[in-house]
């Protein structure tokens, strides 16, 4: 088992471009997230998915779209990055009867 | 809304000393608490939880209701454990199976 696995690791972005991070897990997890974690700030909720075919706003969405693209891929996009994305993304799953999330190794993201 | 808050930012400990990370949190009603920890070059990953009331790596954290509170604490702390910790909180306010993270403390447990 992969557990949660992200693509890429790193990426260095201009203003104004976009691009897609992607998630996958192979734990047959129902809810998958997304999070973006910033020095002093801890880690804030994007968007998640509770199940295949939803998705839903979190905290921080704006500048954001989501893709559940099936029960074990959960895509990222970025359609007009800005500096203030600049930031490390995690994605996270969960089994739901334990509530315990199972998180990715993260995607350190630059805008310049 | 709900609120986690972890005061400290760094904290530095001699190694055999005891430590303990504080979070009090706000939040109306039940929530369920958890800690998380992030070592160097590694995943976050779930430390414990207070359902469970178990101990991992000799770290405890018991729900203080009246205070609100669910502090991490290890009477002897090591080397190993210096590691960014997260307190988090999770009820139906934050949606299904949904994290709320405290912004975090560094610990650095000092040889």
């Known amino acids: 088992n992969a557990g949660v696995t992200q693509t890429p690791k790193f990426q260095v972005l201009k203003t104004g471009q976009s691009m897609t991070l992607q998630c996958a897990q192979d734990m047959n997890h129902n809810s998958m997230y997304w999070y973006r974690q910033d020095p002093g700030m801890g880690l804030r909720l994007i968007y998640y998915?509770?199940?295949?075919?939803?998705?839903d706003k979190g905290e921080v969405p704006n500048g954001y779209n989501v893709s559940r693209l099936n029960k074990r891929e959960f895509s990222l996009r970025l359609e007009s990055a800005a500096p203030s994305q600049t930031s490390v993304y995690f994605c996270?799953?969960?089994?739901?009867?334990?509530?315990?999330?199972?998180f990715g190794p993260g995607t350190r993201l630059t805008v310049l | 809304a709900q609120r986690v808050t972890q005061p400290e930012k760094l904290l530095s400990v001699f190694k055999g000393a005891p430590v303990e990370l504080k979070c009090n949190y706000s939040y109306s009603g039940s929530p369920e608490l958890f800690w998380y920890v992030q070592y160097s070059r590694q995943r976050l990953q779930l430390l414990l939880r207070?359902?469970s009331r178990e101990s991992i790596k000799g770290f405890t954290a018991d729900l203080n209701k009246g205070e609100t509170s669910f502090h991490l604490k290890k009477p002897f702390a090591q080397e190993e454990d210096s590691a960014m910790y997260y307190c988090a909180l999770s009820g139906w306010q934050t949606g299904a199976n949904n994290l709320f993270f405290g912004t975090g403390t560094r610990l650095t447990v000092i040889p």
């Open positions: 207070h359902i």
């Open positions: 996270a799953s969960v089994v739901a009867r334990h509530n315990e999330q199972f």
């Open positions: 998915s509770a199940s295949e075919g939803t998705t």
